[in-house]
Every structure is written in C-alpha cells, then in structure tokens.
C-alpha cells in the first residue's frame, strides 16, 4: 500500500496554482476590499466566516491535489487564512475575541479540505485538481448564496457541505461564543478529514468510497441534530435604518446552545470596564448597547434573549430608586452620552458596530425605554 507521501505527484502545472491564488487568495480578499466603504458598521465580521471558508477550501483542497501532498494543502490552507485574518484586520474588522477558537476552527477546515484534496490527486492524478476546482466552485456558489440570500437554500442541503461546517465554525469564532456552540460543525469537518485520509490509503480499492459517503452522511446528520448558532445577518437596510419599533425581547428559556452564549457574555461582562464605569447613566447606555448592537444585526437567537440578561445587569448596577429615571432619559434623548464602548463589544462574544452611530442610539433608546417598565417582556 502506498503511504499518501509516495503517491506520484499530479503535474504542477503554472494554471493549477494560478488557481490556487485566485480562488484561495484573490477572491476573499476582492471580497473584503469590497465590503470596506459598505454602509454597515462591522461587515468584515459578519461576513468573515463565508470568506475565511471559501479561502481555505481554495487553498487547501486544490493545492492539496495539485501537489499530490497533504502537509503542502494544510500548510497554505493556514498561510492563507491567517493572512487573510491579517488583512481583514488592517480593514477594520475588531480584534478577535476567541482567537483560540479562531485558530481551531481554521486548522480543522483546513485539515479536512486538503484532505479532500490529496484524494482527488490519489484517485485521479493529474486530473485531481481540476476535480478540486469544479468542487471548490460549487460549494462556494452555495455558500455565496446562502451568504447573500438567507432562506434561499434549504437547510437540509446546507448541512450536506463542508464549506458550510467552516463558515458556522469560523463565524461563531469571530462574532460568537467560540468553538462550545459550533462542536458538531468542527466534529464533522474533522472525521470527515480522517475518513477521506483512509479512503485514500485504502485505494485503489472502491469499497472504502462507501465508508466515506456513509461517514459523511452521519456527521451531516449529525449537524442537522445539533446546528450551530446562525450567523448575524448582513443585512446592511436594517443596519442603517435609524427608525422603527424594533426591540426583540422574550423570555422563554433558550436552548442549549444559546444558553451557553448567553453565559458567556454573563461571564466576560464581569470583566468589561463598561459595566462599571463610574456615571450611572453612562454605565447604562453601555450595558443597553449590549442588547443594541445584536438587534442591529439580526442576530437570532442570541438577541432576543440578551435583553433579559442587560436587564438583569441593570438591575445589579443601578441603584433601585434612580434606575427607571436613569432609563426614562436616555429613551427620552438617545443623542447625549457616548457610544464608544460599542467598539469593544467583542471582548464579550458580540460583534462591534463602528460607522453612523444613529441607528445604534435609536436601538438603545427604544431597550431604555422598554426596560424602564418593570418586568417588561414579550416580543414586538
């Protein structure tokens, strides 16, 4: 049996890491460069999860299969991300708030899509890499879609692609509660990357491709059982509406997945120097920009339930006599204060919100003035 390291090597021809460089390099980054003079205030975050995936699966796989070799698929595939987290960094996207879970959820994607791509070269030679391609192109174009049109494609489909598991991974770990709510996602990426390795030790025989396509069947039923959190939506119209009666709150019991979130944000709240700045009322319009920020970008399930959890905070950190009057003016004159501590929203598992600070102050006006009126709850 020949070890994946003494397969003979497909052509390394100069189009096949062109292709590599255009798909895995110059295509996420185009896109990012795209999205910087975007009306929104954070879209590098928000989106960094589709970009980083894409970027990865380009890389990594059709390396992968371009070299014949695993190591050099998984060493570019972590080149790239890395410099394209770099590069979204110079344009602005927020410091990482889990760059543990970041790191994590990369080297997995990245290990299981060069994976895939030293099996295309074991099983096709030097035809594996163009096989790369057409499977690079095409869960691209359904991560795209997904990406730009929620709700366009199934759910069940979506649970079927790898590209899939690495978005929800990675953009859990950018704007989310690390790599705990993301587990299956990261689980499936990882034994599907081990069982395409063993299929390819194990050509040529074709009886193995059986045991890949069941492992992956499982571990995508496996997603579908225990989804990861959604991603914020990129919606940039409701990002820079600066009106309407949108205040989200409810109070039945999360699930288990955003349960953990929202312990989470409990957790880092305790250590955020917002929460315990030393004006009253400024320490409330921080805690308000808690549940603001999340509303602005739609991010269900999480932002429905943190409402309860700033008014608990509130509760904790203003003085019972002053609290409803302390609400009542920053509803009545959202204008006044600062906003700055939306910035560092992600040192507590939350996107930031940079740019037009009307549509977050309208936001934290419309929470004040909910949360001024006890045991106000219910959505809107």
Not at 53 to 76: D, H, P
Not at 149 to 163: E, I, Q, R
Not at 279 to 303: C, F, G, K, M, S
Request: hydrophobic share 60%; no cysteine; proline share 9%.
């Amino acid at each position: 049996m020949r070890s994946l390291s003494s397969a003979q090597p497909p052509a390394r021809s100069f189009l096949a890491w062109l292709v590599v460089v255009l798909a895995g390099l110059a295509a996420p980054a185009l896109a990012m460069l795209m999205l910087v003079d975007a009306p929104a205030p954070a879209p590098l975050a928000l989106v960094g999860g589709p970009i980083l995936a894409v970027g990865l699966m380009g890389v990594g796989m059709i390396s992968a299969a371009a070299a014949g070799r695993l190591w050099v698929g998984l060493l570019l595939a972590l080149l790239s991300g890395a410099g394209l987290i770099l590069l979204a960094r110079e344009l602005g996207m927020p410091a990482l708030p889990h760059p543990f879970s970041t790191g994590m959820a990369v080297i997995i994607a990245g290990f299981s899509f060069a994976s895939r791509g030293a099996l295309f070269a074991r099983s096709a030679a030097a035809r594996g890499w163009w096989i790369a391609i057409f499977v690079v192109a095409g869960e691209a174009a359904m991560l795209w879609t997904a990406s730009a049109l929620p709700g366009a494609l199934p759910d069940w489909l979506l649970v079927l692609l790898p590209a899939q598991w690495a978005s929800v991974a990675i953009q859990t770990a950018l704007t989310g509660t690390g790599t705990r709510a993301a587990s299956s996602a990261l689980f499936a990426l990882a034994g599907t990357g081990a069982v395409t390795l063993l299929v390819a030790r194990l050509l040529p025989r074709r009886w193995p491709y059986l045991l890949m396509f069941t492992a992956w069947l499982a571990l995508s039923a496996l997603v579908w059982v225990r989804p990861g959190p959604p991603a914020p939506r990129a919606d940039l119209a409701v990002a820079a509406a600066p009106a309407g009666r949108i205040a989200p709150m409810v109070m039945t019991p999360p699930d288990a997945a955003t349960a953990s979130a929202l312990a989470r944000v409990q957790r880092q709240i305790e250590k955020w120097p917002a929460a315990a700045e030393g004006d009253l009322t400024q320490r409330a319009r921080n805690l308000l920009l808690i549940a603001a920020v999340p509303d602005l970008y739609d991010t269900e399930p999480l932002q429905s339930h943190l409402p309860a959890l700033v008014a608990a905070e509130l509760d904790a950190r203003l003085p019972a006599d002053r609290r409803a009057a302390i609400l009542a003016a920053i509803a009545a004159d959202p204008s006044a204060g600062s906003v700055a501590a939306r910035e560092t929203l992600p040192a507590l598992g939350l996107p930031a919100n940079l740019g037009d600070e009307a549509p977050v102050r309208n936001r934290m006006a419309l929470y004040a003035a909910r949360l001024a009126v006890p045991h106000e709850a219910g959505p809107t």
